[in-house]
Every structure is written in C-alpha cells, then in structure tokens.
C-alpha cells in the first residue's frame, strides 16, 4: 500500500518573528492566524481522499490545524518541536553572550545538545521512527508540525548528512508531501491551490 503524508508547518509566531527559541506555549501572531485562515481552503477541498489528520502538541501546531479546518486532527507527541532545554524562551544573541561555546558547538555538531534539550541527531532519528510507524490503512497522513520536524524528515527522506539539516528552510505553512509503497520514499513540493 502507497502511504501518502503530508507534511505541513504552523503558522507564523512571535518566537518565530521576534528570533527566539519556541515555548509549546506559543501561539500563533496576527499574521498566523490570518494567513492560516487564507490557505484553510486547499485543506477543506471537497472531494479530498480521507485520512487520519495529526497534529504536534504545541499551541501553535493545535491553532494551525484548526484554522486549516482540521479541528479533528488528533495530537501525536512524536510530532513534537525539538527540545531547546534552557535555550526556549530567549535569542540567540542572549545564549550567545552567555555561553559563546554553546550555540558554535550546536550550529556545527548534529549530536550536540549543549542547551540540555534534543540534538539534531536524535530528531531525525525520532522523525525517522515516526515516518517508519506510518501504516494508515487509508494511506494519507496530513501533520501540521514544527519547521525542525520537517527539516528532520527531509533529511532522513533524501538520506542526507544530519549535517544537510541546518542547510534547509521551512517557512510557516509550507507544505512538502512524501509517499513511499514500503521501499524508499519519494519526496515532493505540491502546487498551491
């Protein structure tokens, strides 16, 4: 059987705007929820296969979803942002200016996880898990998750170097949409609609 996921990001954030590590309490700005309610249509389109609808835990993934008229979308921790440890909450430039060694060591080493929270190397490897558990027996899976989430995927789809990961760019409510009949997956950027 063809299972068919589709990935899809939140909506656009204070954190994301202001160029901080996310909270799961962070919801969408103004702009998410505006933009959101302008893509709910290419969600809600008649006719549209059914499948099982997932979303991360987070505020922000639960409000996406909703906004895409995907209300019954059902929470699915695996889908979870990265763990930013003690890094959640503040910038970069903060982290910075406090300890120079921690952000070089996790922009450059994919199994460095100097805030306490989740390397990049165990979230694709998570991701990878998750993708591998997908047997819907309708075979369609929509998750609204986490840009990292994504970049996980991609990385584990294309079997790039975790390294590749930080190389990628997921912008609020891209969409990527990865199939695979059992054997590799394919990857693939859909139209708008």
């Avoid at 656009?12 to 709910?40: I, N």
Wanted: charged share 25%.
């Amino acid at each position: 059987m063809t299972v068919r996921i589709t990935l899809v990001c939140h909506g656009s954030t204070e954190a994301l705007r202001r160029a901080v590590f996310p909270t799961d309490d962070d919801g969408l700005d103004e702009g998410g929820h505006r933009d959101t309610a302008r893509a709910a249509p290419s969600f809600a389109s008649p006719g549209r296969p059914e499948g099982v609808v997932l979303c991360g835990p987070a505020r922000r993934c639960r409000e996406t979803a909703e906004g895409l008229g995907l209300a019954a979308a059902v929470v699915d921790d695996r889908l979870r942002d990265r763990d930013h440890g003690r890094w959640a909450g503040r910038s970069l430039a903060e982290i910075q200016a406090e300890d120079p060694a921690g952000p070089a060591a996790w922009l450059t080493d994919p199994a460095a996880a100097p805030h306490g929270g989740e390397s990049v190397l165990a979230l694709v490897e998570r991701v990878a898990a998750w993708l591998a558990s997908r047997r819907e027996p309708s075979g369609r899976v929509i998750a609204v998750t986490h840009p990292d989430v994504i970049r996980a995927a991609l990385v584990h789809v294309l079997d790039a170097a975790t390294t590749a990961f930080s190389a990628i760019d997921v912008e609020p409510l891209a969409t990527v949409r990865l199939t695979t009949a059992g054997g590799r997956w394919r990857l693939r950027f859909p139209r708008p609609t």
